[in-house]
């Protein structure tokens, strides 16, 4: 086994809610989905404190601007309390608390994600926003058409992006764990490349 720092800087040149919650039984279902409509521009901010998150677009034939959170619970107990909602000036910032097994995000179209894990893999998966991320522990899996970023304190950190420019400069780390970065060929960057060991 073997620990190394690695850091990647890559730089370039009205909220609606409506919220409904549907609660199920079941080990692998989830315990309590909120579902609410988002507007493009808004950002959804989620903290977790364990669980491994997975976000993705509205489902096929899902409206485009409706979220879904769908907590489901780790093991045979009491679940943990259902995440909590709350409207911010930017969006919509999420808060789920306890050990979960897993979180589902839909992300709207148009909606960026800004995702704060303390124990958990978290994986982004054809968002039309923009992600950002950080993650105390676990690994992170990026694939989006626009940008992302993304901080890792132990765990593997991959992304792939589709955007050929974005606003000042992007960073991608891991204290521990390696990074693969996959950018257009069409971007025009520069990268700036540091690792203590590894």
């Known amino acids: 086994?073997?620990?190394?720092?690695?850091?990647?800087?890559?730089?370039?040149?009205?909220?609606?809610l409506s919220l409904?919650?549907?609660?199920?039984?079941?080990?692998?279902?989830?315990?309590?989905?909120?579902?609410?409509?988002?507007?493009?521009?808004?950002t959804l901010t989620l903290r977790i404190d364990s669980g491994t998150?997975?976000?993705?677009?509205?489902?096929?034939?899902?409206?485009?601007?409706?979220?879904?959170?769908?907590?489901?619970?780790?093991?045979?107990?009491?679940?943990?309390?259902?995440?909590?909602?709350?409207?911010?000036?930017?969006?919509?910032?999420?808060?789920?608390?306890?050990?979960?097994?897993?979180?589902?995000?839909r992300v709207p179209d148009g909606v960026n994600l800004a995702i704060q894990s303390a124990r958990g893999d978290v994986n982004v998966t054809d968002i039309s926003?923009?992600?950002?991320?950080v993650a105390?522990?676990?690994?992170?899996?990026?694939?989006?058409p626009g940008y992302a970023q993304a901080v890792v304190g132990q765990?593997?950190?991959s992304v792939m992006m589709g955007a050929t420019q974005w606003p000042g400069t992007l960073h991608f780390s891991t204290r521990r764990g390696d990074i693969e970065l996959w950018i257009s060929a069409r971007a025009a960057f520069a990268v700036h490349l540091h690792t203590d060991d590894g």
């Open 1 to 16: 086994m073997y620990a190394h720092r690695t850091s990647v800087f890559v730089k370039a040149a009205a909220l609606l």
């Open 20 to 42: 409904g919650a549907l609660v199920a039984c079941g080990h692998s279902s989830p315990y309590v989905t909120t579902v609410g409509i988002l507007k493009p521009g808004s």
């Open 53 to 105: 998150v997975n976000a993705y677009q509205p489902a096929s034939g899902q409206r485009r601007d409706l979220f879904t959170i769908a907590a489901t619970a780790a093991g045979n107990g009491t679940p943990p309390p259902s995440p909590r909602l709350r409207a911010v000036a930017r969006g919509l910032d999420v808060r789920a608390t306890g050990s979960l097994q897993s979180l589902l995000v």
């Open 129 to 133: 926003g923009n992600a950002s991320i």
């Open 136 to 144: 105390q522990n676990g690994n992170v899996n990026l694939k989006v």
């Open 155 to 157: 765990g593997n950190l």
